[in-house]
């Protein structure tokens, strides 16, 4: 079975400030990548994906994330964070053998001070 | 479009009631979700639908039946359910054939049960 960690819990960094989130799978097959966030009081939306290709890939909101096949890890970065960046992140993995199904990290809750 | 609605935002039932919630998309997608949230807990899969037949159930409790009557209609009924049960209940959606593809979820319904 598919699952996901994420390293931190809590973040709290100031603007300007740069962000990396941690996010580690188990799963030894092919599988497909993503971020979601939650900013408070609204839906998840995505942030970017991995599906193939090149490893380094850039989203929506200056982030992008790193997909490192031999750590098994998809880690997502900003150099530059902003208040409006305060929201809950979550990895998710989807693994091609478990047909549509998506797992999430446990999420990180960002809290950018201004 | 890229929106996924849902009906109502929020419901408040007795143990005793039957209640539904309900999910629209109008993407043309052929696959739906529905996923429960618990308060500071990632959304965890419940139902997965593809082309209006049920694929995937994570061992969910009877009180909860979903219903795909057509393939922009989604509904969740509730039947006795337990305080335990009260949540973030999620919609979401995507293509199948050719994949893969991200979800896109809608905001959600507030669930309380007293």
């Known amino acids: 079975a598919q699952s996901v960690s994420q390293h931190n819990h809590h973040v709290i960094l100031s603007e300007a400030a740069s962000l990396e989130l941690g996010c580690n799978y188990s799963?030894?097959?092919?599988?497909?990548l993503f971020w979601y966030v939650q900013y408070p009081g609204q839906h998840l939306q995505l942030l970017l994906k991995?599906?193939?290709?090149?490893?380094l890939v850039k989203g929506i909101k200056g982030f992008e994330a790193e997909f490192i096949k031999s750590k098994f890890s998809f880690n997502l970065r900003k150099p530059s964070v902003q208040w409006s960046d305060t929201a809950e992140y979550f990895c998710?993995?989807?693994?091609?053998?478990?047909?549509?199904?998506?797992?999430f990290g446990g999420g990180t809750r960002v809290l950018v001070k201004p | 479009d890229t929106e996924v609605t849902q009906t109502p935002k929020h419901l408040v039932m007795g143990m005793t009631n039957k209640k539904s919630l309900k999910c629209e998309q109008h993407?043309?997608?052929?696959?739906m979700y529905w996923y429960k949230q618990k308060a500071k807990k990632p959304p965890e899969l419940m139902f997965v639908?593809?082309?209006?037949?049920?694929?995937i159930n994570e061992s969910v409790p009877s009180r909860f039946s979903p219903e795909c009557p057509n393939s922009s209609l989604l509904n969740l009924h509730l039947h006795a359910l337990q305080p335990e049960d009260s949540a973030l209940y999620l919609c979401?959606?995507?293509?199948?054939?050719?994949?893969?593809?991200?979800?896109?979820f809608g905001p959600g319904t507030r669930l309380t049960v007293t």
């Open positions: 979401a959606s995507s293509q199948v054939n050719g994949g893969p593809y991200e979800q896109y």
């Open positions: 799963y030894g097959g092919t599988v497909n």
């Open positions: 991995y599906f193939s290709g090149d490893p």
């Open positions: 998710a993995v989807n693994a091609l053998a478990a047909g549509n199904k998506l797992t």
């Open positions: 993407m043309g997608h052929r696959a």
């Open positions: 639908y593809s082309y209006e037949k049920l694929s």
